[in-house]
């Protein structure tokens, strides 16, 4: 499933103003700067740097879900707990309701159907040459 990496990026740097803490300000700031060096060192062949980014951000937090990490993102992780220690679980609350928010459903809207052409309609003349009955 997709994910809305820019948003979440966004969303998480606003939510640092609620914490107010100079130790997660530093902690986000070098967040954001290994996530760029992560993507650009797991980039596949097969994907552009903006795909890799976007896997890159989706991994941070899925180790906020407790969805599994390498250390790499785990320590990203934990940096930015320990940045706020007894209000971590509120931050890892409110990073995790973000990246739930920031899943995109990958399903395509249902095709519109098409309406079949309107035949035209067998019509029976009536002892009225002005009106016309629809057969059957």
């Known amino acids: 499933m997709p994910f809305d990496h820019k948003r979440f990026k966004s969303e998480v740097a606003d939510l640092l103003d609620i914490f107010e803490s100079g130790a997660l300000d530093r902690a986000w700031d070098i967040t954001c700067g290994l996530m760029d060096v992560t993507a650009k060192v797991d ?12 896997d890159a951000w989706k991994d941070l937090y899925r180790a906020f879900a407790d969805e599994g990490a390498t250390y790499t993102y785990w320590g990203m992780y934990e940096e930015m707990r320990h940045a706020v220690k007894d209000r971590a679980d509120e931050l890892e609350s409110y990073v995790v309701d973000i990246g739930k928010s920031c899943m995109k459903d990958k399903t395509k809207a249902k095709p519109k159907r098409r309406r079949r052409k309107q035949e035209k309609p067998s019509l029976r003349a009536t002892q009225h040459p002005h009106l016309s009955v629809v057969e059957g």
């Open 43 to 54: 980039k596949r062949d097969d994907e552009t740097m903006e795909e890799a980014r976007q």
